[in-house]
């Protein structure tokens, strides 16, 4: 569209201006509430969500659920939360479903242009630097939690995490999401440096499957990927095939 | 790099130069007992479903002002190109222009291209719109066209963010409408079938969202064919009155009658022709 730069995101000038408003206290605000049109049709779009990752030598194992809400009502059961930012690169996005979907196509364009430049793959570090930059600079106006992974040649598999607020840093496994506050235990009981892919793919599935249990943001069916030389190795485990930890 | 198209581009969004003042007003007028004219919404069901040839959407025909209906027959299933076509649900002013836009700035893409647009093409273009304007424009939409991938079918939300689904609804009533969907879908289904799917999907809406009512829209979008059904099920007739309310004449005694003659005269007489071609 005309005016429209691709790989930069257009929201600064308009925002600035409604932030600098001040409403005297007894008027309503834009968003009324109007029993004729109910709470999920003017919340804003959340990808709720619990999204994991992985490192194993050789490559990684990213996982996620497949839950997108408005309040609370489920606008999508079967959302693709694993979005490929390059051929052997995929991030995991996590809070607003609109800011991190206008990321991911500005980084995947940027991306893609330095890669066309340098002529080789693009380093797993300079996505996660590329979505850093943008989550820092932007991060009064933006929710978005980031977890970005692949395999490059220099360094093999890598995760690294950008969460709200915009810092980067890379961890061996990470977890992000609504539902991740209740994994936590599970993953750190869990997580043994040095597990084979298979033993990654059980450990990621496993995790997703009790934090969908838990939160009412997360659910429907797990999504894998698992990206090494070879490439992107994608499944899917629905809803009945989720691994069962409580006989209640 | 980038296409060529003829808007130029503004800086600035949105002014809110007038909110302080409207939202004093506001304040005042409140207290007198009156409130504010509401924007008009679309209130709103529609929906849309992939079948084996193409995509079916559908709109209920209701627009309605806080809670008083507007428009008893609005159309809500909006033209953006040949083979693509948008159903808005949302504020009704929104909708109708950022379609409008949209589809201006796709026809000058595929002229600049010297190809059919694509139904993604129409999607970067509207999310890229809504994210810029931060939810500001109420504008829920279903997309959906034949382009020469095949047939596709996107929802966009008002802050920017889309979802790429066999089967969507959207608005007010989306819940009724999606119990439909959910009970009934099925992959590669012929077109009379999707067009039941659909008009009882909308049906759903009508009859049990107050937002949402009057008459069915379909749109049967196919590689090469568009079927603008408008309207395809009048779901809703107005009944015929059991008696006659008229009154006869001399029911009303006249006990007075003054006839005042105005007396005009003339002074000047021109002719303008309108331009009727």
Same mark, same amino acid.
């Given at each position: 569209?005309?005016?429209?730069?691709?790989g $930069?995101?257009?929201?600064?000038?308009?925002?600035?201006?409604?932030?600098?408003?001040?409403?005297?206290?007894?008027?309503?605000?834009?968003?009324?509430?109007?029993?004729?049109?109910?709470?999920?049709?003017?919340?804003e779009?959340?990808?709720?969500?619990?999204?994991?990752?992985?490192?194993?030598?050789?490559?990684?194992?990213?996982?996620?659920?497949?839950?997108?809400?408005t309040?609370?009502?489920?606008?999508?059961r079967?959302t693709?939360?694993?979005?490929?930012?390059?051929?052997?690169?995929?991030?995991?996005?996590?809070?607003?479903?609109? #800011?991190?979907?206008?990321?991911?196509?500005?980084v995947?364009?940027?991306?893609?242009?330095?890669?066309?430049?340098?002529?080789?793959?693009?380093? $797993?570090?300079?996505?996660?630097?590329?979505?850093? #930059?943008?989550?820092?600079?932007?991060?009064?106006?933006?929710?978005?939690?980031?977890?970005?992974?692949?395999?490059?040649?220099?360094?093999?598999?890598?995760?690294?995490?950008?969460?709200?607020?915009?810092?980067?840093?890379?961890?061996?496994?990470?977890?992000?999401?609504s539902?991740?506050?209740?994994?936590?235990?599970? $993953?750190?009981?869990?997580?043994?440096p040095?597990?084979?892919?298979?033993?990654?793919?059980?450990?990621?599935?496993?995790?997703?499957?009790?934090a969908?249990?838990?939160d009412?943001?997360?659910?429907?069916?797990?999504?894998?990927?698992?990206?090494?030389?070879?490439?992107?190795?994608?499944?899917?485990?629905?809803?009945?095939?989720?691994?069962?930890?409580?006989?209640? | 790099?980038? =296409?060529?198209?003829?808007?130029?581009?503004?800086?600035?969004?949105?002014?809110?130069?007038?909110?302080?003042?409207?939202?004093?007003?506001?304040?005042?007028? %409140?207290?007198?007992?009156?409130?504010?004219? @509401?924007?008009r919404?679309?209130?709103? =069901?529609?929906?849309?479903?992939?079948?084996?040839?193409?995509?079916?959407?559908?709109?209920?025909?209701r627009?309605?002002?806080?809670?008083?209906? @507007?428009?008893?027959?609005?159309s809500?299933?909006?033209?953006?190109?040949?083979?693509?076509?948008?159903?808005?649900?949302?504020?009704?002013?929104?909708?109708?222009?950022?379609?409008?836009?949209?589809?201006?700035?796709?026809?000058?893409?595929?002229?600049?291209?010297?190809?059919?647009?694509?139904?993604?093409?129409? %999607?970067?273009?509207?999310?890229?719109?809504?994210?810029?304007?931060?939810?500001?424009?109420?504008? @829920?939409?279903?997309?959906?066209?034949?382009?020469? %991938?095949?047939?596709?079918?996107?929802? +966009?939300?008002?802050?920017?963010?889309?979802?790429?689904?066999?089967?969507?609804?959207?608005?007010?009533?989306?819940?009724?409408?999606?119990?439909?969907?959910?009970?009934?879908?099925?992959?590669?289904?012929?077109?009379?079938?999707?067009?039941?799917l659909?008009?009882?999907?909308?049906?759903?809406?009508?009859?049990?969202?107050?937002?949402?009512?009057?008459?069915?829209?379909?749109?049967? +979008? =196919?590689?090469?064919?568009?079927?603008?059904?408008?309207?395809?099920?009048? @779901? %809703?007739?107005?009944?015929?009155?059991?008696?006659?309310?008229?009154?006869k004449?001399?029911?009303?005694?006249?006990?007075t009658?003054?006839?005042?003659?105005?007396?005009?005269?003339?002074?000047?007489?021109?002719?303008?022709t309108?331009?009727?071609?």
């Amino acid at each position: 569209m005309c005016g429209l730069l691709p790989g $930069v995101l257009h929201l600064r000038s308009s925002f600035k201006m409604a932030t600098a408003l001040q409403f005297p206290a007894n008027v309503s605000t834009l968003n009324n509430y109007n029993e004729l049109y109910p709470d999920w049709t003017q919340r804003e779009v959340s990808t709720g969500t619990t999204i994991m990752a992985v490192e194993f030598d050789g490559g990684v194992v990213m996982g996620a659920d497949s839950r997108t809400t408005t309040g609370a009502y489920i606008a999508n059961r079967v959302t693709d939360k694993l979005t490929p930012i390059h051929e052997r690169i995929l991030c995991c996005r996590s809070g607003s479903a609109a #800011d991190t979907q206008a990321i991911a196509d500005a980084v995947t364009y940027q991306l893609g242009f330095h890669s066309i430049e340098l002529d080789e793959a693009p380093l $797993v570090q300079t996505a996660a630097s590329l979505f850093r #930059d943008m989550c820092y600079r932007y991060r009064e106006e933006l929710m978005a939690g980031i977890i970005v992974g692949g395999w490059d040649p220099r360094r093999g598999g890598q995760v690294y995490t950008v969460p709200v607020g915009g810092m980067m840093t890379r961890q061996p496994v990470s977890v992000g999401g609504s539902g991740s506050s209740y994994i936590y235990g599970y $993953v750190d009981s869990n997580y043994r440096p040095g597990m084979s892919k298979e033993e990654c793919l059980k450990f990621t599935a496993g995790a997703l499957s009790l934090a969908m249990e838990r939160d009412g943001s997360s659910g429907g069916v797990v999504r894998l990927a698992v990206i090494s030389e070879q490439g992107v190795e994608r499944q899917v485990i629905l809803g009945n095939q989720l691994p069962k930890f409580s006989t209640v | 790099m980038a =296409t060529v198209s003829v808007c130029q581009y503004y800086p600035g969004g949105f002014s809110f130069e007038n909110c302080k003042r409207n939202a004093l007003l506001e304040a005042d007028i %409140n207290k007198l007992g009156f409130s504010s004219p @509401a924007a008009r919404k679309t209130g709103t =069901t529609i929906c849309g479903v992939v079948y084996k040839d193409g995509v079916v959407l559908g709109a209920d025909t209701r627009a309605t002002e806080g809670m008083i209906v @507007a428009d008893k027959n609005c159309s809500k299933i909006h033209y953006i190109s040949p083979n693509i076509y948008c159903c808005g649900a949302g504020t009704a002013a929104d909708t109708e222009m950022t379609t409008q836009i949209i589809s201006s700035n796709l026809e000058l893409h595929s002229l600049s291209t010297g190809r059919l647009p694509r139904v993604a093409t129409a %999607n970067r273009m509207l999310k890229q719109m809504l994210f810029r304007y931060q939810g500001y424009i109420g504008a @829920a939409l279903v997309l959906g066209g034949v382009d020469c %991938n095949g047939p596709h079918l996107y929802s +966009i939300y008002p802050h920017g963010s889309t979802d790429k689904l066999p089967y969507v609804t959207m608005g007010s009533g989306s819940l009724a409408a999606m119990a439909v969907f959910e009970d009934r879908y099925r992959p590669n289904m012929e077109e009379e079938e999707a067009k039941r799917l659909v008009r009882d999907a909308i049906a759903a809406g009508i009859f049990n969202d107050l937002g949402s009512g009057s008459n069915i829209d379909l749109c049967v +979008i =196919t590689k090469g064919k568009v079927d603008y059904l408008r309207p395809h099920d009048v @779901a %809703n007739k107005k009944g015929v009155k059991t008696g006659s309310y008229r009154y006869k004449h001399g029911t009303t005694g006249v006990l007075t009658k003054t006839v005042t003659p105005l007396n005009l005269e003339v002074v000047e007489e021109s002719v303008q022709t309108m331009d009727t071609s």
